[in-house]
Nanobody, 115 residues
Framework: QVQLVESGGGLVQPGGSLRLSCASS????????MGWYRQAPGKQRELVTT???????NYADSVKGRFTISTDNAKNTVYLQMSSLKPEDTAVYYC?????????WGQGTQVTVSS
């Protein structure tokens, strides 16, 4: 079992930055895959970024060069650093973990980009 708790969402102006955190209830070293999805109102959930075995990363084209995923193994936490935010980044962001072929999800954190 893995429990995930996100934090760090909020309201930010276009061009601004936010850092989301996802704290895991157990060591993330042994979790094969973690990352972030987002869901905007009226849209399907979209994969934003994934980190595999704490090393390899991939990103949706819409966030490449602006978002960065990272981990802190000592804190069992995954981060999503978001920069140059755009109104279209507005969504609920969900942290996920894939562990032994089972998905675990956080409760979501709202990110709103608006002037």
């Amino acid at each position: 079992q893995v429990q995930l708790v996100e934090s760090g969402g909020g309201l930010v102006q276009p061009g601004g930055s936010l850092r989301l955190s996802c704290a895991s209830s157990r060591s993330i070293v042994s979790i094969s895959r973690m990352g972030w999805y987002r869901q905007a109102p009226g849209k399907q959930r979209e994969l934003v970024t994934t980190i595999i075995s704490g090393a390899s990363t991939n990103y949706a084209d819409s966030v490449k060069g602006r978002f960065t995923i990272s981990t802190d193994n000592a804190k069992n936490t995954v981060y999503l650093q978001m920069s140059s935010l755009k109104p279209e980044d507005t969504a609920v962001y969900y942290c996920y973990a894939l562990d032994y072929n089972k998905y675990y999800w956080g409760q979501g954190t709202q990110v709103t980009v608006s002037s």
